[in-house]
């Protein structure tokens, strides 16, 4: 009987390793459920028991949920799917008295009914009425645990109705605990495997789903991976920079700027760190991100580097708007303050011009009206007392009178000039040059280009007094020999230009320095062209000379 039964036993084994193997493959790639019915097949074929039940623990629930089985009718299968065990199911079950191996075999004769029978019902009654007090019995139960690596409870395996009707044997036990490790391994693998998919599902919904540019290089610096989002960022697909150095993606401003640990991370004594670089997109275009890496290591080994590009270009491009922006500002600002400060220049200069206007009328205008009308006295006198001396008195009030006209005239003129009024601004221009020429002895040249015709008067105006004044600054201090004045009528503006080959205009020194030191020439033909929207340069160059030219435009019509 011993030898029988040793090689019954040696059978079952070969059964099982086959088994095993089958269910192994299984583990690979098959759902849990299928692999834990295959162990529960497997038991009940290797060794002959009709019912094989195997629950697993839910561990948010805290419940042992049916999972697996063998030998169930369908009417019984839909039964079992509805079963929930409480924890305290198992501390009834598993009591030192029951043990045998590390499994419980709860006999009819202990079989604590109160306490498990509902829990047992499941389990269909079996023709008892053959049997002896040795044989297995319909209340007999044989439960195997579950254990994980850590020897934590998972789950169990119930048998039940052995074909031979025997009571279980250490051994035969020992073989149930086999299967019982190879499905509490397959549960465990699955719950591990469940996991690692919802981790990594969220990992990749993270990379996916990121703006930003996640990446991974090679310890030589070519990608090994890179999130959908690059191309949004680069216009690359991640796929065709798989194997492409980060470097080759540089700009060549930030080529030889970018750190070691992106370009050359295993030649890198930093592999850590946050840097800017300049990308070239796929376009050609320039993407400014800032990036953000920190090595990988695996078992102590470099495996690469891995980093976060965030794209800034929009981020710079605001800074550089706003910095132009505030420039403007600036910019504005200060030419109020010239502005005001001309203003009050401008009012004081006003001022001066009435007084001087005065005085001009005071001691010019009225003392030669004086003397007229003294001269008329004497011409009365002298036409009573002997009329036939009056006529040389009456040719010398003539004369007097002539000169106080026009005396009266250059002194209106020089208010504003009529000949502009009656003539336009080339007549009055060649008035100007010529008087230039006459009082300061410097040889001034006239020229006109383009469609001469008369503009709106406050171009003339302005461009008469510009010329008066850049005139008057070559006779005040360029110590020139020469001067040239031209005027270019445009279609759509006029341009006039002023210059001589004088000792050459001090650039630098303008604006409201200028102003300040009551220099307003420059300053105010500045202004004249920029009230009509028009634009001014002073060009001098040391030694050479001083060219002044004011550009206005004209409205269409
Ligand atoms: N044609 C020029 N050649 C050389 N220096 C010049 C010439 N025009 C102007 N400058 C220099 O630029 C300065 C500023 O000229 P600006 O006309 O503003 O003032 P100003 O002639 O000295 O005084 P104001 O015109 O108010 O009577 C002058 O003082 C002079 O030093
Ligand atoms: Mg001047």
Known sequence: AETASREQLHQQMNQLSALLKVSATFRANAPLEQVLGAICSAISSALGYRLVELSLLDSETDLMIPTGWAGFAPEERRRLRTIRRQPGFYDVVMQPRFRISNSYFISHRDNPETELGTQWAFLPDIDDSTRSEDEWHQ??????????????????????????RRLPSVEQVQVLELFAQQAAMAAENATLLGELQKSEAKYRLLTETASDMIFMLEPDGTFAFVSSSTEAILGYEPAE???????????????????????????????????????????GGLAVVEIDSAPVFENGRFRGEQGIARDISEKKRMQREITRRQRQVRRSQKREEQLSSYTAT??????????????????????????????????REHLHASPETA???????????????????????????????????????????????????????????????????????????IAQEALNNTAKHAEATGAAVELYFGPNGCRLSV???????????????????????????????????????????????????????????
Request: with cysteine; charged share 30%; aromatic share 2%.
């Open 139 to 164: 209340n007999d139960a044989l439960a195997v645990p579950l254990q994980d690596r850590d020897g934590k409870l998972i789950g169990m395996i119930y048998v039940d109705d052995p074909r031979d």
């Open 241 to 283: 920079l798989l194997g492409v150095a980060f470097s080759k993606l540089l700009s060549p401003t930030t080529a030889h700027t970018a750190p070691a640990y992106l370009v050359n991370p295993e030649g890198a004594h930093e592999r850590e760190g946050r840097c800017e670089a300049e990308l070239v997109r796929a376009d």
């Open 346 to 379: 401008v009012l004081a200069a006003q001022e001066d011009e009435r007084k001087r206007i005065a005085r001009d009328l005071h001691d010019d205008t009225a003392q030669a009206l004086i003397a007229l009308s003294r001269r008329i006295e004497a011409l």
């Open 391 to 465: 006529e040389p008195l009456i040719d010398d009030l003539k004369e007097l009178t002539d000169q106080t006209i026009s005396s009266v005239r250059r002194f209106s003129r020089d208010l504003r000039p009529s000949l502009l009024d009656d003539l336009g601004l080339v007549a009055a221009l060649e008035w100007l040059v010529a008087e230039n020429a006459r009082r300061h002895k410097i040889t001034t040249r006239m020229k006109v280009h383009g469609q001469e015709r008369r503009l709106p008067s406050e171009v003339e105006l302005t461009c008469f007094r």
């Open 499 to 557: 210059s001589d080959n004088g000792r050459g205009f001090q650039s630098g020194a303008v604006g409201p320095d200028l102003a300040h030191a009551g220099r307003m020439g420059v300053m105010g033909m500045h202004e004249r062209a920029g009230l009509l929207g028009g634009t001014l340069t002073v060009r001098g160059t040391p030694g050479e000379g001083t060219k002044v030219t004011a550009t206005i435009p004209l409205g269409d019509g």
